[in-house]
């Protein structure tokens, strides 16, 4: 009797060598808050626009950031979620509901890689402000102010967007090289070629801005080995 090994070697084959070997999936659908550890933040589940969601804005009396770090290290991959920031009740005239993802995040928070989006720049009548719907920050030594005055125009960009409505986000990292997609374009709208923390690894972090009314909803996490 022959027995037919053919198909079975071949899966063999290709599973030791990687070809169709996957790297690790982590999801998060922040439908609870399950994990989430809050930094000068309140979260609380909720349902927003159709959608179980994580809901975070700043804790009363903050001075510093505003986070709520996640159960996964993240060295390089991609990241993907879908967030709604508005301006919160009362907030100052500057807010833009500021709202995004911080990567690479050292175990006391004070440092990490960040993309973030102004979702009421989005459709701004003027189009300076329209050229600021997107940004990335390495805090704290590189903050938005810092980097907008020494390269303007290099670590911002713009999409369409609006507030209170859900905005797709796709971050993808390699070494010292980030890239921003936004509502699933093919193109990335943010290249970021010299991540100012260099090539790190730290944990994951929801991230909102000052008067900031933020939701949070089906995360996506990709390693890449």
């Known amino acids: 009797m022959r027995i037919n090994l053919g198909p079975l070697v071949v899966?063999?084959?290709s599973s030791v060598?990687?070809?169709?070997?996957?790297?690790?999936?982590?999801f998060f659908p922040l439908n609870s808050l399950e994990g989430l550890?809050?930094?000068?933040?309140?979260?609380?589940?909720?349902e927003f626009r159709g959608r179980k969601a994580t809901h975070m804005v700043e804790?009363?009396?903050v001075n510093g950031q505003t986070l709520a770090l996640l159960p996964a290290k993240f060295h390089n991959?991609?990241?993907e979620i879908e967030v709604a920031g508005q301006p919160a009740s009362g907030s100052e005239g500057g807010a833009r509901g500021f709202i995004g993802v911080a990567f690479r995040v050292t175990p006391d928070a004070s440092h990490f890689e960040c993309f973030y989006i102004r979702p009421?720049?989005?459709?701004?009548?003027?189009?300076?402000?329209?050229?600021?719907s997107l940004q990335y920050v390495s805090e704290p030594d590189y903050p938005w102010q810092k980097l907008r005055q020494e390269n303007p125009g290099?670590?911002?960009?713009?999409?369409?967007?609006?507030?209170?409505?859900?905005?797709?986000?796709k971050i993808v990292v390699s070494g010292a090289k980030a890239q921003l997609y936004v509502n699933g374009a093919g193109q990335p709208s943010l290249i970021v070629n010299d991540l100012k923390r260099g090539d790190t690894?730290?944990?994951?972090?929801?991230?909102?801005?000052?008067?900031?009314d933020g939701y949070f909803s089906n995360l996506h996490v990709q390693e890449m080995k």
């Open 120 to 132: 009421t720049n989005g459709r701004a009548d003027d189009q300076l402000r329209r050229n600021h």
């Open 37 to 46: 550890k809050p930094v000068n933040v309140k979260l609380e589940a909720v």
């Open 154 to 169: 290099v670590y911002e960009s713009y999409a369409d967007m609006e507030p209170g409505v859900w905005t797709k986000l």
């Open 11 to 13: 899966l063999l084959g």
């Open 201 to 212: 690894e730290g944990a994951l972090a929801l991230w909102i801005g000052v008067g900031t």
């Open 59 to 61: 804790a009363t009396g």
């Open 77 to 79: 991959g991609t990241i």
């Open 17 to 26: 060598l990687g070809i169709n070997a996957q790297p690790p999936k982590n």
